[in-house]
């Protein structure tokens, strides 16, 4: 659903009428306030399928750091693979990487680790290989990127829509107050039990991922 199609299915569950564009009232503005709130919510739960993501690092000789476009400090990284070694790349401490090039061993050489290096003016995270690479490197990082806030009526909205209304519905109730139906409290626990059922089907997909055992 667009950023559009989430402001009026929360105006019509409140009474309101439709708009044509998310800004055309005050009250349909601070509807698409409460619709990105609650997409923000709905996204931090879950690693959802939707979200999931491989991004490309090609590395150059002699340079350590790179920047993980579109990675901001809500996303996350699930594993780092070396696809022109076809190795993994294991996460380590950025204390254990910084005293490794303390010594004699900062030469420049094969990709041993990666560690998360602060970000970038972008707001980006930046990873920090170990060794620095000696050539040009395909690195793939696999992880879930978590977009921005919806700005324009057009934006696409890639998880389960239903928490998000019902989040953005409850938040609603709750500004207003006397409604004479159901109060926000109410529907929040309904939001709350819609976004557990989404989690529990997306979840279906990765079933290693909630089973404790050993290899």
Known sequence: MTYLQLVNAVMRRLREDEVTTV?????????GDFVNDAKRLVEDAWDWTALRNITTVTTVAGTADYSLTGYGVRSKIQYVHNDTDNSVVNLQSLQYINERN???????????????????TNGDIKIKFYQTPNAVKSIK?????????LSADADLVTVPTSPIIN??????????????????????????NDLA????????YHPEELIWGTI
């Open 23 to 31: 800004n055309e009232t005050d009250y349909s503005t601070l509807i």
């Open 102 to 120: 303390l010594g004699t061993d900062n030469a420049n050489g094969t990709i041993q680790g990666y560690a998360i290096n602060g970000v970038d």
């Open 141 to 149: 990082v696999h992880g879930v990127k978590r977009p921005d806030a």
């Open 167 to 192: 989040w953005a519905y409850s938040y609603a109730l709750r500004e207003r107050g006397e409604t004479g139906g159901e109060s926000g409290a109410e529907q929040a626990i309904f939001a709350q």
């Open 197 to 204: 059922t989404a989690i529990s089907l997306d979840a279906n």
